[in-house]
């Protein structure tokens, strides 16, 4: 599909695409919330999670499928596709450091794609809780 917006335009949109408290964030977390886990935004773990439940160590991203090379929902950007390639790259990398940086240092990393909390919430919500489950009576996630 061709893109209908200029290259200043597309440009000012993507600039626009907020890191953190997105929808489907902020859905995972209200959710999470409501059923009883009490969870921390603000950490100094490495790679920033998205929330953290610092009790029973778990961190938990949820990953937008473009930024993070979705392998369902990824198409690579048809313009400007140098730089599209190396960033996108260097985010698989480092999501692949950070999460076995936090797994070496005690963590159990959840990662959510965007596209499960869009189209199974529940799944996606049952994933986190039975990690913190799991956490919580001392079996290994």
Not at 8 to 35: D, F, H, V
Not at 117 to 125: H, L
Request: aromatic share 12%; glycine share 6%.
């Amino acid at each position: 599909m061709t893109d209908v917006l200029n290259d200043e335009q597309r440009s000012y949109c993507m600039s626009r695409i907020k890191g953190s408290n997105t929808k489907p964030e902020l859905k995972l977390r209200k959710a999470l919330w409501n059923l009883g886990y009490r969870y921390r935004l603000k950490s100094h773990l490495v790679g920033k999670p998205d929330f953290v439940f610092p009790r029973f160590q778990v961190a938990v991203f949820v990953d937008g499928c473009f930024w993070h090379k979705c392998p369902k929902h990824f198409q690579q950007p048809k313009k400007n596709r140098e730089f599209w390639v190396k960033k996108i790259a260097a985010n698989t990398i480092r999501d692949g450091f950070v999460t076995k940086e936090l797994q070496h240092d005690g963590w159990a990393v959840v990662r959510i794609w965007e596209h499960q909390v869009k189209q199974d919430f529940i799944g996606a919500v049952s994933t986190v809780r039975r990690i913190l489950e799991q956490k919580k009576t001392g079996n290994k996630p």
